[in-house]
């Protein structure tokens, strides 16, 4: 890779971003195709944000990821902020065109396509939603595009299950919305219909962590998500065992990436390859 003056410029801000894959995966497809491109992780402290969106357009990047801390609290510094991104309160891709800095959020985007690519459809299935944070309101606001049957939403906080719940329903009817009790989840009444399981907590990150489902719920399932990236977890485990197709948050990662460097590049993104550069080659 050789960086010139005219190379084009993209990255992530966050805090921290030490551990960040991006790099490793977009600065592959770069490669790959020969684009005179480079993604650069760059920390940035809380009191700096404002400035380093300013930044985007006195350095003239092609744009950047946002990650954790900063997916909310990045958006009144921006010229424009996609519709999707402004509902989901959250952005984590920023693209400088012609000088304005837009918003998106690929994470839904990207959830959908590496479910799709493995031959999955969504339409009317039910889905078992572990989580209500912010991934969990992404991911539910895509389900719901792709026409899903049912989200039966499950969060160890059970209001935040309820607040999800509504908000699928006054911002996009959604009619199939229901909370499943916390205490409850193991509960044979809530896995009858279950076609996909999805995880968005942190559960499954330390090893230490046991898994909120049991396993006998896992074998009947058509797929089993978690977005859980740092290791193999046991919901991912169980589904293995039972011959169930499984995504794991690696995947969700490389295909939220691959949405925003079609932005920053206007080219399809090399998945194949990105996934390769972290070690994804099923
Ligand atoms: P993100 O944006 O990644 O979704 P978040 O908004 O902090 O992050 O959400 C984290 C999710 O993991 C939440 O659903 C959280 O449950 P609470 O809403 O009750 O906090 C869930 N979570 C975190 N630690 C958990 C634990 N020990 N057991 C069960 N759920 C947990």
Same mark, same amino acid.
């Given at each position: 890779m050789k960086i010139t003056g005219i190379t084009k410029i993209t990255g992530v801000f966050g805090y921290p971003v030490k551990h960040s894959l991006s790099p490793v995966f977009h600065n592959a497809a770069f490669r790959y195709l020969n684009l005179d491109y480079v993604y650069i992780p760059i920390e940035v402290a809380p009191e700096n944000i404002g400035n380093a969106v300013k930044g985007i357009k006195a350095m003239n990047f092609a744009g950047v990821n946002i990650t954790v801390p900063y997916k909310t609290t990045v958006m009144p510094y921006l010229d424009e902020i996609d519709a999707d991104a402004k509902m989901l309160c959250a952005v984590n891709t920023l693209v400088n065109k012609e000088g304005k800095i837009k918003g998106y959020n690929t994470d839904g985007h990207g959830f959908i396509r590496s479910i799709k690519e493995r031959g999955i459809t969504l339409k009317d299935k039910t889905i078992f939603l572990l989580g209500a944070g912010g991934a969990a309101c992404a991911v539910a606001d895509a389900l719901v595009k792709e026409n899903v049957g049912k989200i039966c939403i499950c969060n160890r906080t059970d209001q935040k299950a309820i607040t999800l719940k509504e908000h699928l329903l006054k911002t996009r009817n959604f009619q199939g919305g229901c909370v499943v009790p916390f205490a409850q989840k193991n509960n044979e009444e809530y896995w009858g219909n279950v076609d996909i399981l999805i995880n968005t907590t942190s559960i499954g990150m330390q090893e230490y962590d046991l898994p909120?489902? @049991? @396993?006998?719920?896992? +074998?009947?399932? +058509?797929l089993v998500y978690d977005i859980v990236y740092n290791r193999e977890t046991d919901i991912i485990k169980f589904a293995q065992k039972a011959g169930v197709p499984f995504i794991d948050g690696l995947s969700m990662l490389v295909y939220q990436g691959a949405v925003a460097f079609e932005f920053w590049t206007g080219i399809t993104a090399p998945v194949e390859e990105m996934k390769k550069a972290v070690g994804l080659d099923r």
């Open positions: 909120l489902v @049991e @396993e006998r719920f896992i +074998k009947p399932l +058509k």
